[in-house]
């Protein structure tokens, strides 16, 4: 009997990397992965209490499986980022509920639920056999929305360590990548900061830096493999190593690192990270990403919100003029790279001249991209407790208002692109038929017309031609061999 699996997957990128970790243990117990979760008897979703919204998709999930059970052998699990509030109604509705740190404990997990595992059925002899049935994980990235993080409290009297007590054999699980050419790499699990709209510290606990040494190798393999655009993860990557200070590199060390690896090496690769703290941004990593080629003139720098009295109510503990410094930085010393933000409308207590001074900053920033989110308190956290004082048709009205405002500025941005050409990384099949769509370093799509897929994971040269708010148009120039021409 052929064992199906399906996951569904909801929140971050962390929770793209966390979900390629269990599809490697499932598939190493012999289930088999399957798109229609129909087929599937073991059915799993990595959660995000990050947003009520993906909570209430959880619920929806959940309750359909529940119903199949009445007419099929079915087992549920559910991880992720979840608060201690949710999980309490998670274990009424799932059959295992779990932290992704305990994943290496997972197949046990299965087994002792009853379920002979097609690997187990050769060699295990522990009676577990009076259930059988078909499992099967679906991850699909072409599918997945990213959900920002940056929309919730957290409980206050809720232990923050927990869930990292067995973070390190959960790094040691190799993730089944969901691409050939593009990989995450987690180099740090939970937060410290303690933001008051914000569940990571509760649902991932603190900061736990993943030793360099194991990193690196990571990348190496990942390289050495072909994979062309790589992506540095953890909640405050910039912290990296503060927890094991003068045992472990500091984040621009790692940086140097990986930089002085990209020189040696005659592979061709991008290397990116997500997300930096405005808090622990330096010069110094700004300084390191200007000297390597391989490290990606792209930065994510989370703003969500212009206002001071704003950020201190979030407790983001830096105020617009430090955060306005790091800007001035990234335009000093990587005056080519594109800046990417994240921002929270309608939080408790947003005023109008408050809104108006976030809409300033976009002005002034002028961001390629920014993650716009209305703000929706979750059940336990710190904001939670505050009342949710914006209506929601205001929080509507501000979220267009940036949009337009960002748009606006995208567009200016694409407009310069237009007669120039570019080194891009071919992604995949564009929705424009007869199109490929590609990624520049700065992470701006470029769509060109070509039918032929074998470039797909492969970086080419593409003239711009046109130019819309979030993206733009060109012509294939040629295939490259990206190290020859960087290096001319």
């Given at each position: 009997?052929?064992?199906?699996?399906?996951?569904?997957?909801?929140?971050?990128?962390?929770?793209?990397?966390?979900?390629?970790?269990?599809?490697?243990?499932?598939?190493?117990?012999?289930?088999?992965?399957?798109?229609?979760?129909?087929?599937?008897?073991?059915?799993?979703?990595?959660?995000?209490?990050?947003?009520?919204?993906?909570?209430?998709?959880?619920?929806?999930?959940?309750?359909?499986?529940?119903?199949?059970?009445?007419?099929?052998?079915?087992?549920?699990?559910?991880?992720?980022?979840?608060?201690?509030?949710?999980?309490?109604?998670?274990?009424?509705?799932?059959?295992?509920?779990?932290?992704?740190?305990?994943?290496?404990?997972?197949?046990?997990?299965?087994?002792?639920?009853?379920?002979?595992?097609?690997?187990?059925?050769?060699?295990?002899?522990?009676?577990?056999?009076?259930?059988?049935?078909?499992?099967?994980?679906?991850?699909?990235p072409a599918a997945f929305k990213l959900v920002p993080l940056q929309e919730t409290g957290a409980p206050l009297n809720i232990p923050v360590t927990e869930s990292n007590k067995h973070i390190d054999d959960f790094w040691h699980i190799k993730p089944k990548y969901g691409s050939g050419f593009e990989a995450y790499i987690p180099i740090q699990n939970g937060c410290n900061k303690f933001c008051t709209y914000c569940a990571v510290p509760y649902t991932r606990g603190r900061e736990v830096s993943r030793p360099s040494s194991e990193i690196m190798k990571e990348l190496k393999e990942l390289v050495d493999n072909g994979f062309k655009s790589i992506t540095l993860l953890g909640q405050n990557v910039n912290s990296y190593g503060l927890d094991r200070k003068g045992k472990e590199l500091s984040f621009a060390e790692l940086l140097k690192q990986i930089g002085e690896f990209g020189e040696k090496?005659?592979?061709?690769?991008?290397?990116?990270?997500?997300?930096?703290?405005?808090?622990?941004?330096?010069?110094?990593?700004?300084?390191?990403?200007?000297?390597?080629?391989?490290?990606?003139?792209?930065?994510?720098?989370?703003?969500?919100?212009?206002?001071?009295?704003?950020?201190?109510?979030?407790?983001?503990?830096?105020?617009?003029?430090?955060?306005?410094?790091i800007i001035h930085s990234i335009w000093r010393l990587l005056p080519e790279a594109t800046v990417f933000t994240d921002i929270i409308v309608g939080f408790?207590?947003?005023?109008?001249?408050?809104?108006?001074?976030?809409?300033?900053?976009?002005?002034?920033?002028?961001?390629?991209?920014?993650?716009i989110a209305q703000y929706s308190p979750r059940p336990g956290a710190v904001s939670s407790k505050w009342a949710d004082d914006i209506p929601k048709e205001v929080k509507k009205?501000?979220?267009?208002?940036?949009?337009?405002?960002?748009?606006?500025?995208?567009?200016?941005?694409?407009?310069?692109?237009?007669?120039?050409?570019?080194?891009?990384?071919?992604?995949?099949?564009?929705?424009?038929?007869?199109?490929?769509?590609?990624?520049?370093?700065?992470?701006?799509?470029v769509r060109f017309a070509s039918e032929d897929k074998s470039l797909i994971g492969q970086f080419v040269q593409v003239r711009i031609t046109s130019a819309a708010p979030f993206s733009t148009e060109g012509e294939l120039v040629k295939v490259i061999d990206y190290i020859s021409e960087i290096n001319t």
């Amino acid at each position: 009997m052929q064992l199906k699996y399906h996951i569904v997957q909801l929140g971050c990128q962390m929770n793209i990397s966390d979900g390629e970790r269990v599809q490697k243990v499932l598939d190493e117990l012999g289930f088999v992965y399957t798109e229609q979760e129909e087929e599937a008897q073991l059915l799993g979703v990595i959660a995000c209490s990050v947003r009520q919204k993906g909570i209430d998709k959880v619920y929806s999930k959940v309750n359909k499986w529940n119903k199949w059970k009445d007419h099929k052998s079915l087992i549920t699990f559910v991880s992720g980022c979840v608060l201690p509030a949710d999980r309490e109604q998670f274990l009424k509705l799932f059959d295992m509920v779990f932290p992704m740190s305990e994943l290496p404990s997972f197949p046990d997990m299965i087994r002792q639920y009853g379920i002979v595992t097609p690997a187990g059925i050769r060699h295990l002899d522990e009676g577990i056999d009076d259930l059988i049935q078909e499992h099967e994980t679906n991850i699909n990235p072409a599918a997945f929305k990213l959900v920002p993080l940056q929309e919730t409290g957290a409980p206050l009297n809720i232990p923050v360590t927990e869930s990292n007590k067995h973070i390190d054999d959960f790094w040691h699980i190799k993730p089944k990548y969901g691409s050939g050419f593009e990989a995450y790499i987690p180099i740090q699990n939970g937060c410290n900061k303690f933001c008051t709209y914000c569940a990571v510290p509760y649902t991932r606990g603190r900061e736990v830096s993943r030793p360099s040494s194991e990193i690196m190798k990571e990348l190496k393999e990942l390289v050495d493999n072909g994979f062309k655009s790589i992506t540095l993860l953890g909640q405050n990557v910039n912290s990296y190593g503060l927890d094991r200070k003068g045992k472990e590199l500091s984040f621009a060390e790692l940086l140097k690192q990986i930089g002085e690896f990209g020189e040696k090496s005659d592979k061709d690769f991008w290397v990116y990270f997500t997300s930096p703290h405005p808090r622990d941004m330096g010069d110094d990593v700004l300084e390191v990403i200007a000297s390597y080629t391989c490290l990606a003139k792209q930065i994510h720098i989370p703003v969500q919100s212009g206002d001071d009295n704003v950020l201190e109510r979030m407790n983001r503990n830096h105020s617009i003029e430090k955060y306005r410094n790091i800007i001035h930085s990234i335009w000093r010393l990587l005056p080519e790279a594109t800046v990417f933000t994240d921002i929270i409308v309608g939080f408790t207590g947003e005023t109008d001249e408050e809104f108006e001074n976030t809409r300033k900053v976009m002005e002034e920033f002028k961001y390629n991209m920014a993650y716009i989110a209305q703000y929706s308190p979750r059940p336990g956290a710190v904001s939670s407790k505050w009342a949710d004082d914006i209506p929601k048709e205001v929080k509507k009205e501000r979220y267009h208002k940036l949009t337009g405002e960002l748009m606006k500025h995208s567009l200016a941005y694409n407009k310069g692109l237009i007669g120039k050409t570019f080194n891009v990384l071919v992604r995949g099949e564009d929705r424009k038929t007869g199109y490929l769509s590609a990624l520049t370093e700065g992470r701006i799509i470029v769509r060109f017309a070509s039918e032929d897929k074998s470039l797909i994971g492969q970086f080419v040269q593409v003239r711009i031609t046109s130019a819309a708010p979030f993206s733009t148009e060109g012509e294939l120039v040629k295939v490259i061999d990206y190290i020859s021409e960087i290096n001319t």
